[in-house]
């Protein structure tokens, strides 16, 4: 099977925004969002969220920390 090529971006401003959004995806990820919440938000499925972030892959965050 081929590794897909990931798409780029002509745009600096759209890269800059895609950034951005994969940073605040993160960040919810890992305050405990569920990936179909996120889904849900975005208007892609949950396995979209999913490729994009692997949940055994991150760290959620602690109380106390």
Known sequence: M????KKTIDDP???ELDSI??????FLVKAGATQGEIGTA?????MG???MFPAKQIKKFTEGK
């Open 2 to 5: 081929a590794k897909r090529k």
């Open 49 to 51: 969220v999913s490729r």
């Open 21 to 26: 959004k994969r940073l605040l995806m993160l």
């Open 13 to 15: 401003i759209q890269a």
């Open 42 to 46: 975005l208007g892609i499925s949950r």
